[in-house]
């Protein structure tokens, strides 16, 4: 197809899949929309010129599905033009982009859409997202948390809580489901905040409206050698692929709150409250970087610490863990990891030793 196309009568929902050299992953996440049992869905595949055969992957679920559209680039464009191209092309009430690599979980694009539809009011849906490894089966979904009530944050209260925390609480783009015309009036993601641009992006929303969220897996996120989400789990980046760290979501809060946030009426005490959390993140990120062995990332992490909460060189911010969402679980988290590190670390020398 050519570019140009793409443009169809309007759905109930639409779903933008940006794609680059992810053929291998391309059908399940595709299948994932399409099983969700909503009639009139879209999907619109961007793919960004894929050396792999993921055009191919595409052309043929487009065959397969007369609900599945393709673009292909001749050119890689970047990952922003394909994210954003995706909310030009979106004309449902609700829409979502959703990563190539990834799925949604049964059911979620239903229950997003069924609490929009009782509240006006929210610009946007989301919930957890569950990980799955390289090697492993399909992690498993509690269904019994899809029969909690959902929650309904208003916007400034969620703003409020991203800046307690200095953190993203949101899974990202795939755990995510739109109502488009809050959407358009949001704006695109912006180049400049390759680590952030979705963090920022919930900001922006919240500020235009509530967002309801859901203890239910709302996407199941895949981990891979390439995935950024992979890489912010296990530590094990480099430089050109680093995951989000403090000063990228600083980068985020400043974009905010140079921008729309600026207008809001304690933007100040926001933007104050999100850079000594951010301080505080910090200090404890180093501890978890130092225990899986990474010095260097640790010594960055810490110096930051200390630029943005001076408190912390002399006394450790405990209460910070104990006022972030999902705390305990974090905690657990950090600690499955260290050990996991510690293990493979661990691996070679008692080979050598043998």
């Not at 197809?1 to 309007?10: A, D, L, R, T």
């Amino acid at each position: 197809m050519s570019e140009n196309e793409g443009v169809g009568s309007p759905a109930d929902v639409d779903v933008a899949i940006p794609c680059y050299q992810y053929g291998r992953f391309l059908r399940d996440c595709v299948t994932s929309v399409l099983s969700q049992g909503i009639r009139d869905v879209r999907v619109l595949i961007i793919d960004n010129a894929s050396t792999d055969d993921s055009v191919e992957v595409a052309q043929q679920l487009a065959a397969e599905d007369g609900r599945v559209q393709v673009v292909a680039h001749r050119r890689n464009l970047g990952q922003h033009a394909s994210f954003n191209e995706g909310i030009d092309w979106a004309s449902a009430k609700y829409s979502m982009l959703l990563c190539a690599d990834d799925l949604l979980a049964p059911g979620a694009l239903t229950r997003a859409v069924s609490i929009m539809e009782q509240h006006p009011e929210i610009g946007f849906a989301y919930g957890r997202g569950a990980k799955l490894r390289p090697h492993h089966p399909m992690p498993f979904l509690d269904t019994a948390l899809r029969d909690r009530p959902w929650q309904v944050i208003p916007g400034d209260e969620l703003l409020e809580l991203f800046c307690r925390d200095g953190v993203d609480h949101v899974p990202g783009p795939s755990a995510v489901v739109v109502r488009t015309r809050t959407q358009k009036l949001a704006g695109y993601y912006r180049p400049e905040l390759p680590h952030t641009d979705d963090f920022e992006m919930w900001m922006r929303l919240a500020r235009l409206g509530s967002a309801a969220r859901t203890e239910a897996h709302q996407a199941i996120l895949r981990l891979h050698s390439l995935s950024r989400k992979s890489l912010a789990c296990t530590g094990a980046y480099t430089c050109e692929h680093a995951p989000a760290m403090p000063w990228h979501d600083e980068a985020a809060f400043d974009s905010f709150f140079a921008r729309e946030g600026a207008s809001l009426p304690d933007a100040a005490r926001l933007h104050q409250l999100a850079r000594r959390s951010l301080g505080e993140r910090a200090y404890w990120s180093a501890v978890a970087h130092l225990c899986r062995g990474q010095l260097g990332t640790s010594q960055a992490l810490l110096k930051f610490a200390f630029r943005r909460r001076p408190s912390t060189a002399i006394l450790p911010p405990v209460s910070y863990l104990f006022r972030r969402q999902y705390a305990l679980e974090r905690i657990n988290e950090t600690i499955a990891e260290t050990l996991r590190w510690s293990r493979a670390a661990a691996k070679p020398a008692c080979a050598a030793d043998g």
